[in-house]
Structure formats: structure tokens, C-alpha cells
């Protein structure tokens, strides 16, 4: 097992990966006041805040998608968000 399996992502690591994420999701037009910006975010303080996994679904009404986010503790594996159509 290499030494990135073995430790957690540090806060630093989860607070740029966030702010990545997040700035990704403003370029595409979606505001920080959107419901489900506010949910996102919400998650990823948490993340940042415990550095506890979560995998999930956030829900972008407003832009028929879905966001797919994972949330991971081991150093090495991103975290991921990928917003998918969904019909609602």
C-alpha cells in the first residue's frame, strides 16, 4: 500500500478541491445564490470542515441536472462532481 492510501487528504487539499469545484459551476452560469449552488456548498463545508466521505446527489432544479458529487478521505483520489441531465 504507497503512502497516499494510507493518509487522509489534508484541509488544505479539501478546501482547494472545493473551491475548484465550485468555481467550475459558477463558470457555467450558475449563481451562488442558486438552491442548489447553497446545498453544494453546504456539503463541501462539511467536508472541509470533518474531512468525513460523502457521496451524493445535489439537485440543480432550476437547470434540470443533477450534480453527482463524491466527496473521498484518502489523499490521492479527487473529489468529483458531475452534473448530469435529469428530468424531474
Known sequence: MSTSEKQEKTLKERLSESMEILRKIQELGIGDTDPGYKALSAKFSEWVKTGEPWSGHVDFHRW???AHVILPRKAGTPAKCN?????F
Open 64 to 66: 434540470n441536472r443533477r
Open 83 to 87: 452534473l448530469l441531465n435529469y428530468v
